[in-house]
């Protein structure tokens, strides 16, 4: 368990992380959770160590509760929750790989714990524009605009926060591996010093811009509208890390 590389996909539903976990596992060299039976094959369900998103509100909601975010001061960071998870997701991973993956959303704001419970892991966060994973998300979450555009905020801040203290960590754009296949596997080959090969699953185009479509028809509100664009201008900015106090949302 201890000389296993532990790849941990994280970033909010309809983020892309799907998408990036299924060209992962077309590695040779990569095993992620299969057969488990759960939507995406996502860890967060076939294990009983901490809870699921659902357990917190689920999509577009889980990170508006503390209890749902979890460190390396859990208590539930104890050896033999190390040995009873590794064991509990081992069922569904060629364990003769060399690197083991595992993606849940909640990740997002659980990697300081995930390292604590496995010191060898990498942290690969996705992020999505905060529109159009917000508006992708609406018909699960059933909330407003408004809160899921807060709750992006508040788990992209915490993961960010986070990011500091973990010791593998690469952070890209949707947006990117949509549109830049390549560049985004290289930057990954090199991160994980490994040769990232080139997917042949489909990727369709411009499926944001239905999204900014359906914003420009609903956001009426002069005042909101001004407060989501200073969120979009700092997505579409170059700066790694993002400032999230000096949006008042």
């Not at 998408?19 to 299969?34: A, D, E, F």
């Not at 659980?110 to 992708?136: E, V």
């Not at 999204?211 to 001004?226: D, T």
């Amino acid at each position: 368990m201890n000389k296993k590389k532990i790849i941990f996909i994280s970033g909010l539903h309809r983020s892309g992380t799907s998408l990036l976990y299924k060209i992962l596992k077309q590695n040779n060299n990569i095993s992620g959770l299969s057969n488990t039976n759960e939507i995406e094959d996502e860890g967060q369900h076939v294990q009983n160590i901490y809870k699921p998103a659902y357990e917190f509100g689920g999509v577009g909601r889980f990170g508006f509760d503390p209890s749902a975010k979890l460190d390396e001061n859990s208590i539930l960071v104890t050896e033999e929750n190390r040995i009873k998870l590794f064991k509990q997701w081992s069922r569904y991973w060629d364990n003769e790989k060399e690197f083991l993956l595992e993606k849940s959303p909640p990740n997002i704001i659980r990697t300081k714990f995930l390292q604590a419970m496995f010191p060898n892991s990498y942290f690969i966060n996705l992020t999505r524009h905060p529109i159009a994973t917000s508006l992708a998300s609406k018909k699960w979450s059933k909330t407003s605009l408004k809160d899921l555009i807060k709750h992006w905020l508040l788990c992209h801040e915490t993961f960010n926060n986070d990011s500091i203290k973990l010791k593998n960590v690469l952070n890209i754009k949707y947006e990117e591996l949509i549109d830049n296949q390549e560049h985004v596997l290289n930057s990954i080959s090199k991160f994980l010093d490994t040769k990232i090969m080139p997917s042949d699953i489909p990727i369709k185009q411009g499926i944001n811009d239905k999204y900014f479509k359906i914003w420009q028809k609903q956001s009426k509100n002069i005042f909101e509208r001004h407060k989501i664009k200073k969120i979009i201008d700092l997505y579409n900015s170059e700066v790694e890390k993002y400032d999230y106090s000096l949006i008042n949302f």
